[in-house]
């Protein structure tokens, strides 16, 4: 059965430095996203994309954020300059081109913020 | 507004019992209504989806109502098992491509 599958599962990083986080949705899918959840919390939207366009961006995902995908196959988050506050699981999730669908998830990227 | 509220935040059940989980939304133009499961440290699980046009879907031990002119939806578990432990989010679909997700209820199903 065809995944999301994200890189890296984990990933340390000091304050300030910049994070790129990596997805391959899944191949005929059409609309891309990527979420967050702090620790204990819920899941949180940042940004939706389509036809190689932010569709839309909740008020986390400010200048400090972007997204790309820069070849057929990769969705990707940057970090610019990172804040302890970042420190959460990132899932990337992607669905096919129906009006409304199922999102399939990714495994997350742990984000670790010192 | 955007904003999916989720009831109650925990809940504990004995196994066998029934267990119910309360959404309101609060965007009228919400047309998809999904349910996941979460596992510590997983990803969520879709579980159940129900669309605007249809008020109840049923699968298996779960199921999901909804009432659209109260903005309202529910997700219904019966004869609850301890595997049916984990983090449940109800979720609304915004005509705006955005996936809204609940606050979450953390399910303990008690043997």
């Known amino acids: 059965e065809p995944e999301v599958t994200q890189t890296p599962s984990h990933q340390v990083t000091q304050m300030g430095q910049e994070v790129i986080l990596r997805c391959v949705p899944i191949?005929?899918?059409?609309?891309f996203y990527w979420y967050r959840q702090i620790l204990g919390q819920k899941v949180e939207f940042l940004v939706s994309?389509?036809?190689?366009?932010?569709?839309?961006k909740s008020e986390i995902f400010d200048d400090q954020f972007s997204v790309e995908r820069p070849d057929g196959s990769n969705f990707t988050l940057k970090i610019r300059s990172t804040k302890l506050e970042d420190s959460a699981m990132y899932f990337c999730?992607?669905?096919?081109?129906?009006?409304?669908?199922?999102?399939?998830f990714g495994e997350g990227s742990r984000l670790t913020v010192l | 507004g955007e904003n999916v509220e989720q009831h109650p935040s925990t809940l504990s059940v004995q196994e066998g019992d029934s267990a119910v989980i309360k959404c309101t939304y609060s965007d009228s133009a919400s047309n998809y209504f999904p349910w996941y499961k979460q596992e510590l440290g997983k990803r969520p699980q879709l579980i159940i989806d129900i669309r605007s046009n249809v008020g109840e879907k049923k699968d298996q031990r779960i199921a999901v109502t909804l009432n659209k002119t109260a903005k309202h939806f529910s997700l219904h578990i019966t004869e609850t098992q301890p595997e049916d432990s984990a983090v449940y989010f109800c979720a609304a679909f915004l005509n705006t491509d955005k996936l809204i997700f609940g606050t979450g209820t953390r399910l303990q199903v008690f043997p």
């Open positions: 191949s005929n899918h059409l609309y």
């Open positions: 994309f389509y036809n190689n366009e932010i569709s839309e």
């Open positions: 999730a992607s669905r096919a081109g129906a009006p409304t669908g199922e999102l399939f």
